[in-house]
């Protein structure tokens, strides 16, 4: 069967074929693709097995760890900063091992485009000392998951897929095919020296890591190399920048003046081997997308050139125009300056009809700009457009970011400012509950607003724990966010829908009251269905009409600049504000932003 | 053949590339793309490259495209930046196209199967028939029918 994958559902498509059946990860973009596709193929095929995403990546990577020990076939999946969330199991998984296979799928984002950091996930497999291999095309993601659960399992340890935003989201035709349902038996071996071990265990464990690390950097297949074209010079490279650097020889005609060096393993890396290689050449290039994980375990550097010598640029993504850039300055291509056409920039907005949007405004109404607004990571960092997000740091950062302000404030500042912290339903459950009963138990007056949309929305409308439904289909016991904060010990907790601006309003001055009264956390839930999930839409609030009574409307911009609804469109000729009909939804939230009432709705 | 496809979010942009990609299937025809769309639900461009029987990455460079379908005017002049000949293979929906769509069907996304329309009549490769294969298999058939229809005359 060919279809036409993504390289994220192919990675999917090849561990459910090599008999992986537990599968559980966070979502985050550009890795969030993986874990549904295993859900519908699972359902496709008739698979027993679990898959669904958990709370957090540390919380996944340790179910998936035990899945393993138990004898079940299992992968995670994460993007990149997700890794460093999952650093304390991923670290010990890799001592202990994972007796039925396990499969760390981590995308990077190189750029970056859609995250806080541009890191190598390769590091980390380096750092970790599990081994981790990295296609270049969808076909290869298909063919290197399967062979990434195959060393997993015969070794006992986790084998990372390392994949970057290009290879996530490139689509190619693959031919598939996913197997019997085979029966698959779980078998928990007691061996408390292992699974339990203490320090000394470690040491021992410690020991077998490294000699089978030892053993995967000379294996057949992973440590060897695709050679490509006959030149002088030789340029090592492996992941997406092999499929470039591939097509610029051939686009370029520089067969007879380039040799690729395609490595399928960045680590453990078989340095003897590439020597062997690069022995007849002057003049070696090492061009890999991310960090110089080659390039760095080569040691000595000879005639290499990469990025410690500066020929290679040390952040941004490798992208093809960047690589052609590389060969042009180091003459293997000729330079052509031509002056690139950028699309014509948009600046990233909530949705219009966004409960979001409603719940900012209402922030700003009261806080104006007397407060430190903490946020965090989800689609409400978007709360910038509105002025009401100062920080953005990492999941559950605005909570923790709050407890910090509000007590250097009350120590050292002149005056005390309030701190207002926004974060997400899912953000909150992720990594917002352990800085709230810090903030609870040391006396932090912080306002916490959650922004609950009832989704993961950012990435693309994936469950949450509060949800009745998993992303699996299988019912789930929803996690009431008010009961959480409640069992805290939060004394003040007000729910509201995001659409009652009033209520909004006197909800928080009330808190900021209570917080200085108290010197206590104040929560506020604002709640609101995402407009962008079908449901949500379907169910939202919808007026027969919303519009700019023309002759009210001053052109003042009010409306354009606090309430910031991509469908409020200033006509610089006319000099007033119109309402663009293709993606209004009409929900008229906009209404209160008009200081002049131009803003009507029709019911 | 390179091709790339221009949008923004949620106007099929992507579904229209599944379906000129799944027409290279049936035909045997090797094919690859590469999606760019990191804020698109955002209201940002969504960026689709096409390589159709050639090469290892879907990457298309910039003067080397033989056609580029545009789905948003405003990114007309960005469109013409990829072709090999600013002057060949630039498929735009107008206003007009767009509201015809909009104005027959209720639905915006009825313009894809327009611009397929146009897609086949300006190359060799696919015919009418291999496009009717692939639509026969997509939800509303007569409505993009009717489209593609347009788009072919």
Redesign the interface.
Known sequence: M???L?GNEAIAFGLLASGVRFGVGYPG?PSSEVLPTAIEISKKYALDGYFEWSVNEKVAFEEATAASIAGIGSFVVMKQVGLNVAMDPFMNTALVGSPGGLVVVVADDPGP??SQTEQDSRFLAFFAKIPVIEP???KEAYEFSKLAFNLSKKFEIPVMIRTTT?VS?????IEVSIGDNKPVKVDFKRDIDRFAATPHFRFLLHKQLNRKIKVVATLEWYSDFDEYFDGNILIITSG?S???L??IV??NGLQDRVKLLRVRMPYPLNVEKIRERTKRFDEVFVIEEGYPIIEMQLGDRGCFRGRLTGDVPQEGELT??EIKKILSRVGILSSES?E?????F?R????PGCGHRSAFYAIKKVFKNEAIYTGDIG?YT?GLNLNAVDTVHCMGASVSFGFGFDKVYSIFGDTDRPVVATIGDSTFFHSGIPPLIDAVHNYSKLILVILDNSTVA?T?NQTTPANEIGQSGRKTKPVKIEDVVRALGVDFIKVRDAYDMDGMISDLQEAKEFAFRNSLPAVLIFRHPCV?SGEGLKNNVRFKKVFVETSLCTGCKVCVKQFEC?SLVYNAEKKRVFIDL??CIKCGQCVVSCPFNAIKVEK | MRLVI?GVGGMGAITL??II??M??DKGI??????????A?????V?IQMKIGE?????V????ADFAIVLDE??K??A??YLKDSEKGLIVLTEKDKLWAVNQFGD?RFANAFLLGRFIKSQSVFDKDDALSVLEQFKFFDKNKISFERGLS
């Open positions: 060919k279809l036409f993504s973009t485009h859609s270049a095309t969808p290009r989201h490139s689509r190619e035709d997406i092999f499929a470039y591939y097509d051939e686009e093809i125009d031509e690139s056409v950028k699309p014509p948009k990233p907005s909530l949705c689609c978007l950012m693309g962008y991509p293709a993606t | 221009l590339s599944k990609a799944q290279c299937i090797p094919v690859r793309s590469s999606e760019i769309h990191g804020m639900k955002k209201g940002g461009l960026e090469g290892k990455s879907g990457v460079l910039k003067k080397t405003s990114y002049d960005y013409r930046s915006v």
